[in-house]
């Protein structure tokens, strides 16, 4: 069976679809208030070890990330609008950074850091980073 698309709707959604172009979905860590801390903790310090939960993230999911948003212009052409298709993009990509960072693996913690925090789990003390995981669509 072959479904008919009047003119109208293949005009709109060839509209929808152009206007991506340009379009730039980005997640991660985007306040400056824990900036310096998500980079202390992915690139390491003398006294830190690296912990690099964006990097993993990416090299985990960055081509189910591409699938996503070729299936989410697949959506497109059939009706979905645009911005319903970049923010689920965007939802997937903090999803799994956020999830990276909470379930690492990561190097332990040291002895005096974990006295201090009172916890083993690295990258997770008060939950400030993880939630400040975020994601932005730009033009």
């Known amino acids: 069976m072959v479904k008919v698309i009047n003119h109208v709707n293949i005009d709109k959604i060839l509209k ?9 979905v980005s997640a991660g860590v985007m306040d400056a208030k824990n900036a310096t801390k998500a980079a202390i ?39 979905m609008p645009i911005s319903q298709v970049t923010e689920l993009v965007g ?24 006295a201090k925090k009172g916890s083993s789990r690295p990258l997770i003390d008060t939950g400030e980073l993880r939630a400040s995981i975020t994601y932005k669509v730009e033009k």
Not at 49 to 67: E, L
Not at 91 to 114: C, E, F, H, R, Y
């Open 16 to 24: 929808d679809i152009s206007s991506l172009d340009g379009t730039v």
């Open 91 to 114: 939802m997937q990509m903090k999803t799994d950074i956020s999830s990276t960072l909470t379930n690492g693996p990561w190097t332990p913690n040291a002895v005096s850091t974990i």
């Open 41 to 79: 903790n992915e690139y390491g310090t003398s006294k830190i070890p690296q912990r690099p939960f964006m990097r993993t993230a990416t090299n985990r999911h960055g081509k189910s990330w591409g699938s996503k948003s070729a299936k989410a212009v697949q959506s497109a052409m059939k009706g």
